[in-house]
């Protein structure tokens, strides 16, 4: 008998969304599945039948009965702006009024009003904002994000954003990956010298985080009214000199040749896509550049361009799903209402936000080998969901699944109890 640390025994479905357990859902089914983790790694998994002539518990270990449950890999959300401070419900309102983009910028709001709130805030405020989201995140089924700075737009504003990444990092179960995003848009202070900000980038922005580490992807808004596609190309070419890997915000508000730059460049994501071209989207399947799609956006804007999804599929492209979590376009940390969303609006299928939200998520930031599919040897990234079957989870939406969350072979949250007379 060896001895192992937490089991999980006598799921309905468990997803391990791994090839080597083919099934007809693709998402590699065990029925009456069950998982042993040890020191944090799947140690083995396979049917509940076989588990209890192999393992046993070792001391302070713990055995999770999941009948009549689905056990699936932790969430992964590829794109968020986590870390921001103020909140733009004004905008919103404003916005349902039906004034515009413009209009709402005039009147202070924006993303201008989020980065002035955000320079003025202090580490420990964007720590404790920082912390409350991946809590939301976490309770959510979320074991690992993706977050990008670009709300500070100077030197030390950047840094400071990543800095409270990191240390966020190391005091919250959530894994975050970091990606430098100072090209969110041209700062207030160089709105008529764009060349100097674009200079500042490229000779001290994106050297110091590369130095200090801060960073692993750098990213462009590459749009008409952010950077031009030069502009875009030519910080993502300074990005990858200093190690940092390229994504891009693709063709969100026109077509502008995001998709193709992403597959130029050989970006690990290109990220919205509204109006990618069937061009861009052949070059992303031939370059296996990952599309994140942001239904949230869509719909809090309330958009009627959606991107094409089914073409995106039919081409080969890996699709992933995520948050665009953001005080202006995508208010909220729920990742199972994008599965929904990406359901009903983008008609994707359930299997595919499903694999969207974990292996294809994963894929998008380099994680693959680690996480996004249960597999012998990876993370223990795990969840325990009370419904029946996978295509139940964006099915019934708006509510919460997600009883249990194992990160790294750990407990990290449990259901809040109801506590009714
Ligand atoms: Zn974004």
Redesign the pocket.
């Known amino acids: 008998m060896i001895e192992v640390d937490l089991i999980i025994k006598n799921a309905d479905e468990l997803l391990t969304l791994s090839p080597f357990f083919k099934d007809e859902s693709r998402l590699g089914i065990i029925r009456n599945g069950a998982v042993a983790i040890k020191e944090g790694r799947i140690f083995w998994i396979g049917r509940a039948e076989e588990l209890s002539e192999r393992f046993t518990l070792g001391r302070g270990g713990q055995e999770i009965d999941a009948k009549g449950k689905t056990v699936m890999p932790g969430l992964i959300d590829a794109?968020?702006?986590l870390i921001f401070a103020g909140s733009r419900e004004n905008e919103f309102e404003q916005r349902i009024q039906g004034l515009s983009y413009l209009e709402i910028a005039d009147r202070g709001g924006g993303i201008l009003s989020t980065v002035e709130a955000t320079r003025k805030a202090s580490f420990d405020e964007l720590f404790s904002l920082g912390k409350k989201r991946l809590d939301r995140m976490l309770s959510k089924g979320v074991t690992t994000l993706e977050a990008?700075s670009?709300y500070g737009l100077s030197l030390e504003d950047e840094l400071k954003i990543l800095q409270v990444m990191k240390a966020l990092q190391n005091n919250h179960p959530v894994e975050i990956v970091s990606t430098f995003?100072g090209a969110?848009t041209v700062p207030r202070e160089f709105r008529e010298a764009r060349d100097r900000y674009i200079k500042l980038l490229a000779e001290e922005m994106i050297p110091r985080v590369a130095q200090e580490k801060l960073a692993e992807f750098c990213?462009v808004?590459c749009e008409e009214k952010a950077f031009t596609l030069e502009e875009s190309k030519e910080i993502l070419e300074t990005g990858k000199r200093y190690g940092l890997k390229p994504k891009i915000?693709a063709d969100?508000l026109s077509p502008g040749g995001g998709a193709e730059l992403a597959a130029e460049v050989g970006a690990s994501s290109a990220?919205?896509l509204e109006y990618v071209s069937r061009e861009g989207i052949k070059k992303m399947a031939e370059k296996g550049v990952t599309a994140v799609l942001?239904p949230g956006?869509s719909f809090f804007l309330s958009t009627k361009k959606y991107p094409p999804a089914r073409e995106m599929v039919e081409e080969g492209v890996s699709i992933s799903l995520a948050t665009?979590l953001?005080p202006g376009?995508?208010m909220t940390e729920s990742l199972p209402l994008m599965m929904t969303m990406g359901c009903t609006m983008f008609k994707m299928t359930p299997r595919e936000v499903i694999q969207g939200t974990t292996i294809h998520a994963a894929r998008s930031m380099g994680r693959e080998k680690e996480i996004g599919s249960l597999e012998i040897g990876k993370q223990a990234d795990v969840l325990l969901l009370d419904i029946p079957n996978y295509r139940y989870f964006p099915y019934h939406f708006g509510v919460d699944h997600v009883e249990v969350v194992i990160k790294k072979g750990k407990v990290v949250c449990r259901r809040s109890e109801v506590h009714a007379p």
Do not use: E, I, R, V
Request: charged residues 20%; hydrophobic residues 20%; negative net charge.
């Open positions: 794109h968020t702006h990008k670009g995003l969110h990213d808004f915000h969100q990220d919205h942001l956006a665009d953001n376009s995508s």
